[in-house]
C-alpha cells in the first residue's frame, strides 16, 4: 500500500459524459501528478499540481482539467468523453520539489461505451 | 524533449534464470532514470532510480541496473528470478529541473514460468 488512494476503483460510462477522478496523497506530500495508461499510447504524463498550484503541464486535453484543493486532495475531470479516453488514470504523490519519489495509487479505470 | 525506448515488449523466462530488460532513452539535457514494476491490476512500485554517483545501482526485490552515458542505456537485470517476478515493468526519465515529471518506455511484460 503506497498511501496514496483513488476513488472510484472503476467507472463506466457513456460517450458525451463528464466524469471526475478523485486523489487523496500520502500524508504530507505536497505534490500530485495526473497519468493516463491506454493500450495505444501507454503511460503519459498529464498535470502537476504543487500545494494547490499548477506546476507542469503534460499531453492533457483540453476537455479535461484538474485541481488541487486545500487539504491537498485532488479531481481530475473529464468532460465530452470519447471512446478513445477510457484507460487506467493514475494518481502520484511526492514529498515536494527537486526531485523526490513518487508513489503511485492503485488507479482508476476508465470505460467509456 | 525526451523519449525512452524498451527494447523488448515480452521477456519469457525460467524460474531462477538470470534476466536483461533493456532501456535506451533520448534527452538533449541531463536526466534522472527509474524502473518501475506494476502488478497486476495494482499501480506502479519504484525498483530503483539513478540520480548521480556510481552507474551501478541496486534497488529492491534483488534487481540492479547500470547506468551507459555513452549508450544512453539503463538496462535492468536479475540474476535469478522468481515466479512472483512476473509483471510489467516500466523504465522511466525524468529531465533535470523538469519538475519531476516522469516520462515512461512502452513496458516490458516479464513472464516467468516454472
Known amino acids: 500500500d503506497s498511501g496514496v488512494t483513488q476513488t472510484p476503483k472503476h467507472l463506466i460510462t457513456a460517450t458525451g459524459q463528464r466524469v471526475t477522478l478523485r486523489c487523496s496523497p500520502r500524508s504530507g506530500d505536497l505534490s500530485v501528478y495526473w497519468y493516463q495508461q491506454s493500450l495505444d499510447q501507454g503511460l503519459q504524463f498529464l498535470i502537476q499540481?504543487?500545494?494547490?498550484?499548477?506546476?507542469a503541464k503534460g499531453n492533457i486535453l483540453e476537455r479535461f482539467s484538474a485541481q488541487q484543493f486545500p487539504d491537498l486532495h485532488s479531481e481530475l475531470n473529464l468532460s465530452s468523453l470519447e471512446l478513445g479516453d477510457s484507460a487506467l488514470y493514475f494518481c502520484?504523490?511526492?514529498?515536494?520539489?527537486?526531485?523526490?519519489?513518487?508513489?503511485f495509487g492503485p488507479g482508476t479505470r476508465l470505460t467509456v461505451l | 524533449a525526451q523519449s525512452v525506448t524498451q527494447l523488448d515488449s515480452q521477456v519469457p523466462v525460467f524460474e531462477e534464470a538470470p534476466v536483461e530488460l533493456r532501456c535506451n532513452y533520448s534527452s538533449s539535457v541531463s536526466v534522472y532514470l527509474f524502473w518501475y514494476v506494476q502488478y497486476p491490476n495494482q499501480g506502479l512500485q519504484l525498483l530503483l532510480k539513478y540520480l548521480s554517483g556510481s552507474t551501478l545501482v541496486k534497488g529492491i526485490n534483488g534487481f540492479e541496473a547500470e547506468f551507459n552515458k555513452s549508450q544512453t542505456s539503463f538496462h535492468l537485470r536479475k540474476p535469478s528470478v522468481h515466479i512472483s517476478d512476473t509483471a510489467e515493468y516500466f523504465c522511466a526519465v525524468t529531465p533535470l529541473g523538469g519538475y519531476n515529471k516522469l516520462i515512461f518506455g512502452a513496458g516490458t511484460r516479464l513472464a516467468v514460468h516454472p
Open positions: 502520484a504523490s511526492s514529498v515536494e520539489g527537486g526531485y523526490n519519489e513518487q508513489f
Open positions: 499540481y504543487y500545494n494547490g498550484e499548477e506546476r
